[in-house]
């Protein structure tokens, strides 16, 4: 995978079998070939195609298109397609669809409706695995294979999975007696005698529960895709890059667990365009696909956590998302912003869904690089231009690695006990099961608007402090409910020796079984904040923040007492006055930030500000509101990507020359001013002494 592995290119998905009239193979590549597109993904949602009839096979249709591909340089990417069952074998084996947490089936007619951790299934979808990557996975065109799609759509609640998890929770805890005593489950007369007397998790209240019902549910996909790798590994050539589409929001999804069974992360980079790329603009919730610009550089970073490493991004749009009342195709400039957004955060590739819009099916407005006439039109020339630049930067870009200024330490446990008790209200007063993504975005836009690089650590891979504190000298814990002991005792020994620790709204209140902790809380986190809280609430309207410029709580509070930290803002209530809405305190050689609530964009900046420095000064005098500056460090220099997130254009003076990667390395010199146009992105180089 030479290209893809190492600089940035471009990708699409290509679907031939789709197409109306499939014999314009060689026109398709001539075009991608013309805008740069070197990688394609084929195979991954046709198993009635691969397998008509149960089994007989059609494996040769894919021939001419790698082998095609291969004459025009391009790389594949070959799917295992079993995410996508065939109508013969939801109908001879009904039982394998997946069961609701009521008890219904999920009906066949859309995909991903089996349960994948069945015996039956895996037999039928080993077979199909081993005809296509038998028949085609050492073609020469082939270079990665991707292992299902979008996997962990569903809690799978079948009988046989409910039997599995009880076998589960007996392996991990030993006796009923010991998980009675974990869970407490004394409180309303839960208290189990024997593994069957568990109950369903349909039922269930008890937050422990929750959470090891959703741990191991992550387990059985992560089990699935490292099972298909163990299938694959041996039909492909050694260099051969194993991956997987990963939809970072399904509910049955570790990444980082994933993550461990593949060569390189890959996934979905789904974002709103148009006006929600402005940089003013802030998403009003926690979607599947991001709604601003600080999301999108959320998502981006979190696929680098996945393996703490570049990755590949399989799938973003490249025009209208979703269904017809969802069509906001992006502006002019906007595919280029986002790419190159993407790019400046560690993908190595990024992959257009998909290379024609449909003409049949369910996503028939889900707009591909051609348009329904497949002609080249407007979404084309731009991704040829983007091509074009991602040649142009490939000696700066080859091997990159992105920079940071500060972490954001994220949590699949905190997330899933969050959902099943969340913090947070809707607009209506009712409870959002998407509070924790709200949190930590709310946190990880403050890092953007205060002009800092944000790198995503996930808790499992917290390393130890000294460790921790050579990669970031900032580190942004938010939303982090279900801390283990371990986590909170790595957090304060890296404040202790010189780290800045910014602490967010419930973090530290309960432990990694998800039980509240009978401790002072934050747990062990209150010595290194000098403060401490017993009383917590959730917010039904915005209360005023008094000092740090003044601002508004949002959401929540966790009413902090100082016990030796400096006040630096209040909340301005008649009740909510008696407590902090930000401390900060010296602790060793570090120091600590609580902050209580979630206070609004321009004073969460400001605290975030305060709290850290870039590593690296970046080429720029001023940075205006609407500009983003991100940087990576390749074979000749750092290289510096400047977003314009506006309608208006923009100017800057260099406070240093650097050279213009997309101009054939023409300088820009310090002092110089520039002009940024509107939804543009600048591309310059610094090369090392």
């Known amino acids: 995978m030479a290209r893809i592995g190492t600089a940035v290119g471009l990708g699409v998905a290509y679907y031939n079998e789709y197409l109306p009239d499939p014999s314009r193979l060689e026109e398709d590549l ?28 059609d494996l040769e249709w894919m021939t001419p298109i790698l082998d095609a591909a291969h004459a025009f340089g391009i790389e594949v990417i070959l799917g295992t397609p079993t995410y996508a069952v065939p109508p013969w074998l939801a109908h001879a084996h009904p039982e394998l669809a997946v069961r609701r947490a009521d008890g219904s089936p999920v009906p066949w007619g859309g ?79 839960h208290r189990i005698a024997s593994w069957d007397e568990l ?45 997987t589409c990963i939809a970072y929001g399904r509910p049955a999804m570790d990444d980082v667990a994933v993550g461990e069974t593949l060569d390189i992360a890959s996934g979905n980079a789904y974002y709103a365009a148009q006006d929600s790329l402005d940089l003013a603009h802030t998403a009003g919730a926690d979607d599947w696909f991001a709604d601003d610009v600080a999301q999108i550089v959320l998502m981006a970073d979190r696929m680098r956590a996945t393996r703490d490493a570049p990755f590949l991004v399989t799938e973003t749009g490249a025009t209208s998302i979703g269904a017809a009342h969802e069509a906001r195709p992006p502006y002019a400039g906007q595919l280029t912003q986002a790419a190159w957004l993407l790019a400046a955060r560690g993908a190595r590739l990024v992959s257009y869904w998909h290379w024609h819009t449909l003409h049949s099916g369910h996503e028939v407005h889900w707009g591909g690089v051609l348009g329904h006439d497949l002609k080249p039109g407007r979404v084309y020339r731009e ?26 330490v994220i949590s699949h446990d905190s997330e899933w006990v969050m959902s099943a008790e969340p913090p947070l209200c809707r607009p209506d007063g009712s409870a959002d099961p998407h509070a924790y993504g709200r949190i930590v975005q709310a946190f990880a836009r403050g890092a953007v608007d205060a002009g800092r690089q944000l790198a995503v650590v996930n808790e499992r891979q917290l390393p130890e402090a000294a460790a921790l504190l050579g990669r970031y000298a900032t580190v942004i814990v938010p939303g982090l409910v279900a801390a283990s002991d371990r986590t909170l005792a790595v957090l304060a020994d890296y404040v202790r020796i010189g780290g800045t620790l910014i602490v967010g709204p419930r973090t530290g209140f309960g432990d990694d079984e998800g039980r509240v902790r009978s401790a002072v809380v934050p747990g062990a986190l209150a010595e290194v904040l000098g403060a401490s809280y017993a009383e917590f609430a959730s917010l039904r309207a915005d209360i005023v923040i008094e000092g740090l410029g003044g601002g508004i709580a949002q959401g929540w509070i966790d009413s902090y007492e100082p016990q030796g930290a400096e006040v630096l803002a209040r909340y301005a209530h008649a009740h909510y006055g008696a407590w902090a809405a930000v401390t900060k305190h010296a602790f060793g050689d570090g120091i600590a930030y609580a902050v209580g609530t979630l206070p ?8 975030v500000a305060d709290a850290s420095l ?33 309608p208006e254009e923009g100017e800057i003076v260099m406070a240093r020359t650097v050279v213009d990667v997309l101009a054939e390395d023409a300088p820009v010199r310090a002092g110089e001013a520039v002009t940024l146009p509107a939804w543009s992105v600048s591309v310059w180089g610094e090369i090392s002494s």
């Open 614 to 646: 870039p590593r690296v000064d970046s080429p720029l005098r001023h940075r205006p509101a609407s500009v983003t500056v991100h940087s990576l460090r390749g074979p000749r220099g750092r290289v510096w990507v400047v977003h314009n997130w506006s």
């Open 383 to 408: 991704i040829a231009a983007l091509g074009a630049q991602f040649d142009a930067a490939s000696s700066w870009l080859s091997g990159a690695e992105a920079d940071a200024d500060v972490a954001i």
């Open 30 to 57: 001539r075009l991608m070939v013309a805008a740069g597109i070197r990688c394609i993904r084929v195979g991954e949602s046709v198993w009635s195609t691969w397998e008509p009839e149960d089994g007989r096979f």
């Open 199 to 243: 109950w369903a998790p349909a039922g269930n209240t008890t937050p422990a529960y929750a959470l090891a019902w959703r741990r191991f549910q992550a387990e059985q996909t992560t089990d699935f895709l490292a099972w298909q790798a163990v299938i694959v590994r041996p039909l492909v050539a050694a260099e051969t890059l194993l991956t």
């Open 111 to 189: 995909r991903q409706e089996v349960d994948y951790t069945s015996s039956v299934f895996r037999t039928y979808a080993e077979r199909v695995i081993r005809a296509v990557v038998g028949r085609h996975g050492r073609h020469p065109a082939v270079v990665g294979v991707q292992l299902d799609n979008e996997a962990g759509l569903h809690l799978i609640h079948n009988a046989d999975v409910v039997a599995a998890f009880r076998e589960w929770l007996a392996k991990r805890y030993g006796t009923p007696e010991a998980l009675n005593e974990a869970w407490g489950l004394a409180y309303w007369s």
């Open 600 to 607: 609004d964009r321009a004073l969460m900046a400001r605290i």
